[in-house]
Every structure is written in C-alpha cells, then in structure tokens.
C-alpha cells in the first residue's frame, strides 16, 4: 500500500475543554501551579543528583533521567493546555501538531523503557546482590539508559513518520487539548485498517513489552522477599522498591484507564480529561514519592540548602 498526501489540511483546531467562561482564570492558575511545582520538583532532583557526590550511583542516576524526562514530557503538552484556557483561537498547524505528537509519543514510550530498566535494576539488587556490582556497573546502565533514550525516539518516528502520508478529511477538530494518535486516526478521509494496525502493534510493543518486564522483574522481587528469613530483611528489601512500584502503578493505571478500557463507557468530557493525568498530574507526584521516602535525597536537599545560604 502506498501512501500519499491528498489532504488539504494545512492546520487543526483543538478543542481543549470547550468554552469554560469565567472558570478559566481558575483553570489556569491551577495548572499554572501545578507546571511550575513539576519543573521545580523534577529540575530541583537533577541538580540534586549531579551536585551531590553521594547521588553518584545508577539507581539515582534513573532517576535524574526519568526526573530529566518528565519535564520535557510535561512541557510537550502543558504549554498548550495552558494556552487553551485563554485563547479564543486554538488553532495549531499541521507540521506543529505532527511535531508535538512526535515528542509526545517518543518520551512516553521512553519512560516505559526507563521504568522497565529500574525494575530490572532492582531486581538484580534484590536477587543476585553478590553480583550486583559487577553486573550493573556504569558502562552498563549508561548503555541501558542510552539504549531507552535511541528506542523510543527511533520507534515513534516509524509510526509518526507515516502520518503526513496520509489523507486527512474534514472537520478538522481535535478532540483533545494537544495532538494525540488516537484523536488523529478519526480524521482519516478513508478507514486505513493497515495504519491502524501498525499504530496498535508498535504501541503495544513500545508499551506492553517494557509493562511485561517490569511484571516479571517484580515476580521474581516478590518470590525473593518472601524467601527471606527476617520481617526486618524482608521490609527493607521491599522499601528499596516500593517508590518505583508506586510510580509505575500511578504512570500504567492511568495509560489503561485512557486506552484500554472502552471510551463508551465515559463521558466525551471525562475521557479527554484522562490525559491529564500522566502528562500534568502524575509527573508532580514522581519527585515527592522519591524524596519524601529517601532519605539520602532529603540530606542531600539539606546540604545544597546549606551551602547556598552559607554563599549568601
């Protein structure tokens, strides 16, 4: 099948959240609010982790990358939703929106990759800690890091890469308050089965794939836990995972909620309201469930507080 530009199409309208009056000046402030505290909260742990020398480790070395990720994964969406609130025109253009999905798509299927290499990190810190060492040393999650970074960024420009190519009918709305895949593939002049089954099967694979591993590294964490003698031992081992687990349940609860589950069963509003909660909800609560239960990253908060007010 050849695919070719028929569509005339040179600009989207995005309907965000409709016509909300006076309560978009509240709207506003809040998500203002709350995309201010996710570049504060996730800027604030990779300095953290690049400044203080007791950070120097892979297990925080994720975590700066993930912390890196979601402010560019909220910034990818956030400064639209917050232009929608107050413009009358919410028009975007064809090549902005193809752009916009592009790093959309790309940084979601590498936090999947990256929550799949922490969860394989602690599962060999949990199940081979003799090993450990040698076996994640820093070539090596700097080439897993490195490898989640290429993947996802290679992976998303097949998918998205075919969009331009094909044909785009009126109207020319967008159900959503930024450019999503699945809102895309309604506007198709003619149903393309073959379009949507290569959508289907690479975000499985770049989703389900990574899910899996994180199942599976958590199976052989829990049979390991479990084998352990003391409830001291076993308590500290799951604490070692228990903020990785929490985030991954919070980022894949609210991706299978939004696309798994049918959207017969919400309301138009409700369902395009699910979005914000893993592109602007779900990114603030990443850095509090890992400072607020480490506690080397609070001391290391106080030392770089310190020091600062010392040079003032």
Same mark, same amino acid.
């Given at each position: ?52 020398? =007791? ?215 409700? =369902? ?41």
């Amino acid at each position: 099948m050849q695919w070719k530009k028929q569509t005339s199409i040179s600009q989207f309208i995005l309907l965000g959240f409709g016509n909300l009056n006076e309560a978009w000046i509240l709207l506003f402030a809040q998500f203002l609010v709350i995309y201010i505290l996710i570049l504060v909260g996730n800027n604030l742990t990779v300095v953290l982790v690049v400044a203080d020398q =007791h950070l120097h480790t892979h297990m925080y070395f994720f975590l700066g990358n993930l912390s890196f990720l979601e402010t560019c994964y909220t910034s990818v969406t956030a400064p639209q939703l917050l232009a929608g609130f107050q413009e009358e025109d919410r028009t975007i253009f064809f090549r902005d929106c193809i752009t916009q999905l592009y790093f959309f798509r790309s940084l979601a299927c590498i936090e999947c990759f990256l929550l799949a290499v922490m969860a394989y990190d602690r599962y060999l810190a949990i199940c081979n800690p003799l090993s450990y060492k040698v076996m994640m040393n820093f070539r090596v999650y700097l080439q897993l890091v490195s490898a989640s970074w290429i993947t996802g960024f290679s992976a998303t420009a097949f998918v998205v890469g075919m969009v331009p190519q094909l044909s785009f009918c009126g109207p020319k709305e967008i159900n959503n308050f930024f450019c999503d895949m699945e809102e895309l593939l309604k506007l198709f002049c003619t149903k393309s089965s073959l379009a949507e089954i290569i959508v289907l099967v690479s975000c499985s694979l770049v989703s389900l794939v990574p899910f899996f591993l994180i199942v599976m590294s958590y199976i052989f964490i829990l049979s390991a836990i479990l084998r352990i003698a003391s409830s001291a031992g076993r308590q500290k081992a799951f604490s070692t995972c228990a903020s990785h687990l929490l985030v991954v349940s919070l980022y894949y609860g609210t991706i299978m909620i939004t696309y798994v589950t049918p959207s017969v069963q919400w309301s138009p509003s409700f =369902h395009k309201s699910l979005p914000l909660m893993y592109t602007v909800i779900t990114p603030i609560f990443n850095p509090i469930i890992y400072s607020l239960r480490n506690k080397e990253v609070k001391e290391a908060f106080r030392k770089v507080m310190l020091q600062n007010l010392c040079m003032i």
